[in-house]
């Protein structure tokens, strides 16, 4: 990883999953500032890592190469215009945010010239195995590229896209998309306990069958549907598992609920920054 002071604004969730994968992949806690608004989160984050935190984002962001903005959408415009002052030109400001555009996110900071990346990262990162895009706005140099790449692959996979409106899609589908797969785990633990399995039994099998298939997905170098007929024996049980899913509108829900999840990044951004509707 590209040596570097980063600071975040906003010690939640995503923030803390990012931070996690960072130290665990070598870079100093120290380098990492953290500001958050509740005293109680940054506690609660410096217990488990020894970063470096404020309750000042003005302070956090001093001496900082790249500043990784971590708040909901609704609470971006506020926290990025009060950074105005504050901000150095040589700063790269990366974005999390569901939905909001960088124009946007420009126009708040009120300095038209900033580098800004956005990204779309996921909570995996924790585990060093998140997905993370990326798109960047003209102002980004050589080395400021280079550098949000090299934090974001710290997490995980870092791939970059070549539009901003791609993004929306990538958030449908990776940035929200651990929570479909958690769903799926949940609600194959309870069918299973149903069946009368003993809860941590269906549990662990839940989990390692989830975790099987994703890796053998990924290394074996087959597609997921070649890798589906080879367990589903003609006659036998899956083939019968898999026609209760289809019957039930399996594609057809996932569809609309990526869908869903797309026009509400969508959303977000009309609703808070200026409507490209
Ligand atoms: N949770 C996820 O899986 C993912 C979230 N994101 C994006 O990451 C961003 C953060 O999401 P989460 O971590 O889930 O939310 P969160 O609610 O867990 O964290 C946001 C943090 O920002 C702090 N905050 C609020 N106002 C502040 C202010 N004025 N100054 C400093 N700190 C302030 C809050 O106290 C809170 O700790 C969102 O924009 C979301 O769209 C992106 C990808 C995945
Ligand atoms: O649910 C959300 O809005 C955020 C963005 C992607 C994952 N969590």
């Not at 302070?59 to 215009?81: N, S, T």
């Not at 993370?132 to 102002?139: D, I, V």
């Not at 598992?241 to 009309?270: P, T």
């Amino acid at each position: 990883m590209i040596p570097c002071k980063l600071a975040f604004i906003g010690g939640g969730n995503m923030a803390r999953s990012l931070i996690g994968g960072l130290i665990a992949n070598g870079m100093p806690a120290e380098d990492i500032h953290v500001a958050d608004k509740h005293a109680a989160t940054l506690e609660s984050l410096n217990r488990q890592y020894p970063v470096q935190t404020f309750t000042s984002n003005q302070h956090a962001i001093e001496g900082a190469d790249v500043i990784i903005i971590a708040v909901k959408p609704q609470q971006l415009q506020e926290v990025v215009k009060a950074l105005h002052s504050s901000w150095q030109e040589k700063q790269l400001l990366i974005s999390i945010a569901a939905g909001i555009r960088i124009e946007d996110i420009s126009r708040w900071l009120n300095k038209p010239q900033t580098a800004i990346v956005r990204a779309m990262p996921n909570t995996p990162a924790l585990v060093e195995a998140g997905a993370t895009a990326l798109f960047a706005n003209e102002y980004v140099n050589h080395q400021q590229h280079e550098l949000a790449e090299s934090i974001l692959r710290a997490c995980g996979l870092a791939i970059w896209l070549n539009e901003e409106k791609h993004m929306d899609a990538v958030t449908a589908v990776s940035g929200s998309g651990p929570a479909y797969f958690f769903l799926v785990m949940e609600a194959m633990e309870n069918a299973a306990i149903e069946l009368g399995l003993p809860p941590e039994t269906a549990r662990l099998l839940c989990l390692e069958t989830a975790f099987g298939a994703a890796k053998m997905a990924l290394e074996s170098g087959e597609s997921a549907s070649t890798l589906r007929k080879q367990v589903t024996s003609p006659g036998g049980t899956t083939e019968r598992a898999i026609h209760e899913l289809e019957d039930g509108g399996l594609h057809g829900l996932f569809e609309n609920a990526l869908v869903a999840a797309a026009l509400r990044a969508r959303e977000l951004a009309n609703e808070l920054g200026q409507d490209h509707a």
